[in-house]
């Protein structure tokens, strides 16, 4: 087996993976991480495709592409992760309130 295919059936394997994950679990953690490992597994296809054979050097693009994705990934996930951290706080009552 070619190791670009080996590489994109890698990926597409973390992707089916992640996205069972998501489908599965309850917990905000674990479907952010899901998403994370899904993300993972789209980076590995595009490695795999930029692959055009040992004598010619690999396409730059999805390369860009993926270096993108990594740092929009990381900046997400740390939204993520802060929006979950608020959830999970409790909630002030409202003096107003009488209940």
């Known amino acids: 087996m070619l190791p ?8 597409i394997l973390l992707f ?5 994950s998501l489908l599965v679990h309850a917990s905000i953690l ?12 789209v980076f590995h296809v595009f490695i795999a495709v930029a692959y055009r054979g040992p004598a010619l050097a690999p396409d730059p693009v999805p390369h860009a592409l993926v270096l993108t994705g990594i740092v929009a990934a990381v900046s997400a996930t740390a939204l993520a992760l802060a929006l979950a ?3 999970e ?9 009488h209940g």
């Open 16 to 20: 089916v993976i992640g996205l069972w």
């Open 85 to 87: 951290a608020r959830l």
């Open 4 to 11: 670009q295919a080996l590489y994109g059936a890698a990926g």
């Open 30 to 41: 674990r479907k952010l991480i899901a998403i994370n490992i899904m993300g993972s597994g």
């Open 89 to 97: 706080q409790p909630t002030e009552r409202d003096p107003a309130d």
